[in-house]
């Protein structure tokens, strides 16, 4: 690199292009979070140094695209296009959780069927106490606390009966994928 500071004008901003431009999206990015956002002005910085210092040598560009990025990226900040910019992806975020999800198909309908019954065999087979500790803490979304007062046991012996029948229903679920595989 050393032969590089002695380059100037035009062939010295594409060599600092070509070793710091990664470094300026970077430095960018992490100031406005938007990557895209981030790349434009980079380029736009670059474009500014070009037109303004046509002959400056690599040492004396770096630290103006520096300058000229940090001063781009708080006018960016500044400008409502930024707030406007978040918003709308907030927005758009909201957007998907409100939106109604798409109708299922049918291979989509009779999986779910079919691992409905596979969960609801498994149930069938657990322990009566570990039904119990799970249905409630599921279905009903009673604290280990609670559940423990009603089981008449103590809220660890409620985690362990909790987990030992996710465990059991985890396990069916995978002995009938296992089973459906294509050989």
Do not use: W
Not at 38 to 67: C, H, M, N, W
Not at 76 to 98: C, I
Not at 136 to 144: A, E, G, N, Q, Y
Not at 171 to 180: A, E, F, K
């Amino acid at each position: 690199m050393g032969e590089c500071f002695g380059l100037r004008g035009s062939a010295a901003l594409d060599e600092v292009f070509r070793l710091q431009y990664d470094q300026l999206v970077r430095f960018s990015r992490i100031r406005i979070g938007n990557a895209s956002d981030a790349e434009d002005l980079v380029q736009e910085a670059f474009l500014s140094v070009r037109r303004a210092y046509p002959d400056k040598g690599i040492g004396e560009l770096r630290p103006l695209l520096f300058t000229t990025l940090r001063n781009l990226t708080l006018d960016y900040l500044r400008s409502g296009y930024a707030k406007r910019a978040r918003k709308s992806d907030e927005f758009s975020a909201l957007g998907d959780v409100l939106a109604c999800p798409h109708s299922p198909t049918p291979e989509k309908q009779i999986i779910d069927i079919q691992s409905l019954a596979i969960v609801q065999n498994a149930l069938a087979r657990l322990e009566p106490r570990k039904r119990d500790a799970l249905l409630l803490s599921r279905l009903d979304r009673l604290t280990h606390k609670e559940i423990a007062a009603r089981l008449s046991v103590c809220p660890r012996t409620v985690r362990t009966d909790i987990t030992e029948a996710m465990a059991a229903i985890t396990r069916s679920l995978m002995r009938s994928s296992d089973t459906n595989q294509p050989t």
